[in-house]
């Protein structure tokens, strides 16, 4: 098996330190088209839930996130999403990620990134000190880097061989063809979950999409609920093909 490289997970969102959004290491198009689903879901949610929304997002825990190849652009991600502030009092999420080119990296941050992941929400929740910014962000980070493994993602047909270099390699290649299968059986595209607070369980949504307005209010509410299945003509209108982009939202 190639030698993994590390990959460090760049951000985009509010710090209470800093005046305005601010992103680092991450690139344009993803930054575009997430940040039109947040403030469409961002938007919707303040109407929905009114004066509720704001403890309602105060509160919210930490989501944890993979997103299969191609559903925000053709890489898939994987990261945190955690509530955050700017310093003049403005309310808009921290987003934590990194790019996964493979289903092989997909499956090693949901099969193995247990530890990663918390080490992202360490680093996000570090910054909410105010005597605390970007930088300290960065350096936080770099601790946790993510091992991008270089071998090639299975074809997945009966009948053919390829070379292994060791057991390892085949625990993750099954761990891929689990991941390919749970989601085209299942229809998803992208795992969000909480590893659980003491003031509420462990919770997991799995989405054909980006969340939509009432699937992002479940997730602001701690709360689960059963989604009416979604057609593949929901899951084909994505914010990034929508023509009429949903003005700024900052509560």
């Not at 959004?21 to 991450?26: E, H, T, W």
């Not at 991600?77 to 987003?95: E, I, K, N, Q, Y």
Request: glycine share 10%; charged share 20%; aromatic share 10%.
């Amino acid at each position: 098996m190639a030698q993994p490289s590390h990959a460090i997970a760049g951000w985009y969102g509010k710090l209470p330190s800093l005046g305005d959004f601010a992103s680092r290491r991450l690139p344009a198009e993803f930054i575009t088209t997430w940040d039109a689903w947040l403030q469409e879901v961002l938007q919707g949610t303040r109407a929905g839930l009114s004066t509720g929304w704001l403890d309602c997002y105060l509160t919210m825990p930490i989501w944890r996130f993979v997103l299969l190849p191609g559903l925000v652009g053709p890489s898939g991600w994987a990261g945190v999403l955690m509530p955050s502030v700017d310093r003049v009092g403005r309310h808009f999420p921290l987003t934590v990620a990194i790019a996964l080119q493979s289903y092989t990296a997909a499956a090693r941050a949901v099969f193995e990134g247990a530890d990663w992941f918390a080490g992202l929400e360490e680093a996000a929740l570090g910054v909410l000190d105010l005597s605390r910014g970007a930088d300290d962000l960065d350096r936080a980070l770099a601790d946790f880097a993510f091992e991008l493994p270089r071998i090639a993602d299975p074809n997945g047909s009966v009948g053919s061989m390829r070379r292994l270099s060791s057991t390892e390699e085949f625990e993750l290649l099954s761990k891929v063809e689990a991941l390919r299968a749970w989601g085209e059986h299942a229809g998803w595209k992208g795992l969000w979950w909480t590893r659980g607070r003491v003031d509420g369980d462990p919770l997991m949504l799995a989405c054909v999409a980006l969340p939509t307005t009432e699937e992002f209010g479940w997730l602001l509410q701690r709360r689960s609920f059963s989604a009416p299945a979604r057609g593949a003509a929901d899951a084909a209108s994505s914010v990034s093909s929508r023509p009429d982009a949903p003005r700024r939202v900052e509560a």
